[in-house]
């Protein structure tokens, strides 16, 4: 009879799981309804990771997940194991303590379990880290430089045009705009397309960061670094300068739109009007020392 108390106890804890390992899965697979122009930006009250807005950002929100379901059952574990330890082995109800100091098999199974966990979640880690490590198939590519306190972005096979983007000031915002997000040139990528984009530091390093993306590089004088990515759908995607770069840190917010390709191409075609280089040279995209406009432009917004 005990017996079967016990385990109409155990299947009645299962079913408690159960339903609230569906709750927590209801929770975090109900993603926002992707609109047809999406906005990839931080919420208010907002949980959990930014909605997709490409494959990368897909990839490293399945990952998030498995790693989160982890997470919740050993927790569960933990506090079950360390209840039922309360319980079952208080001063009243286990007056003549265990003398017990070795276990092999259990020693075995607490070695080897946590190993095999390591190891589910490595498998699909590395393979994230390799996919996102740089575009096989690159559609363009793009070249991006962090400056004290903007952005710097030459669209190298375009005419290798190169323009800064800054954030729209606060009084300058327009309807719908985002006040330290929204920038005054914004990176356009048509939908689609595999971008590599390199990165590298002007002066100090940087990071270039689209959560919505699932893309985040340093940017590093003397150093080019490569990553990638896509944006399967149109949309506003922002980001933010993540490495603490300076006083003006906040001032380098970003912008990645993503257009139609026909729309990219007519981007373009107006782009490479508007910010050709003055005498014909192609843009620095090395990195160089601190430039007297850079310490100029730090001591104006001082
Ligand atoms: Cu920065």
């Known amino acids: ?128 880290l390799y996919f996102q490590d740089r575009a096989v198939d690159a559609d363009m590519t793009i070249s991006v430089q962090g400056r004290q306190w903007y952005w710097n972005y030459t669209y190298v096979d375009h005419g290798n045009f190169a323009f800064d983007s800054y954030p729209v000031q606060e009084a300058d915002l327009k309807p719908g705009q985002i006040f330290k997000l929204d920038v005054d040139n914004q990176l356009v990528i048509p939908v689609g397309a595999n971008v590599r984009v390199l990165t590298t530091g002007h002066d100090v390093i940087h990071s270039f960061f689209v959560p919505a993306l699932g893309v985040q590089k340093y940017t590093i004088p003397g150093r080019t670094l490569e990553t990638w990515m896509r944006a399967d759908r149109p949309g506003v995607f922002y980001g933010q300068c993540n490495q603490i770069c300076g006083t003006n840190h906040w001032f380098m917010p970003i912008a990645v739109r993503a257009v139609p390709r ?41």
């Open 1 to 128: 009879m005990k017996v079967l108390k016990a385990k109409c106890r155990a299947l009645g804890m299962g079913r408690f799981f159960a339903g609230l390992a569906a709750v927590a899965m209801g929770l975090v697979l109900t993603v926002p309804a992707l609109a047809e122009s999406m906005v990839g930006a931080p919420a208010p009250w907002g949980m959990g990771l930014q909605p997709s807005g490409g494959v990368i950002k897909e990839r490293i929100a399945s990952l998030n997940s498995l790693v989160f379901f982890i997470i919740v059952a050993i927790t569960i574990f933990v506090l079950v194991l360390l209840a039922y330890c309360v319980w079952r082995f208080s001063a009243d109800r286990n007056p003549v303590p265990s003398t017990t100091s070795h276990h092999t098999g259990l020693e075995i199974a607490w070695t080897v379990i946590p190993v095999l966990i390591l190891v589910i979640i490595a498998i699909p880690s590395f393979r994230l």
């Open 262 to 302: 026909a729309e990219f191409d007519a981007w373009v075609a107006d782009a490479q009007k508007r910010f050709a280089q003055a005498d014909g040279s192609a843009p620095v995209i090395a990195a160089a020392p601190v430039s007297q406009d850079s310490l100029q432009i730090a001591e104006a917004r001082r």
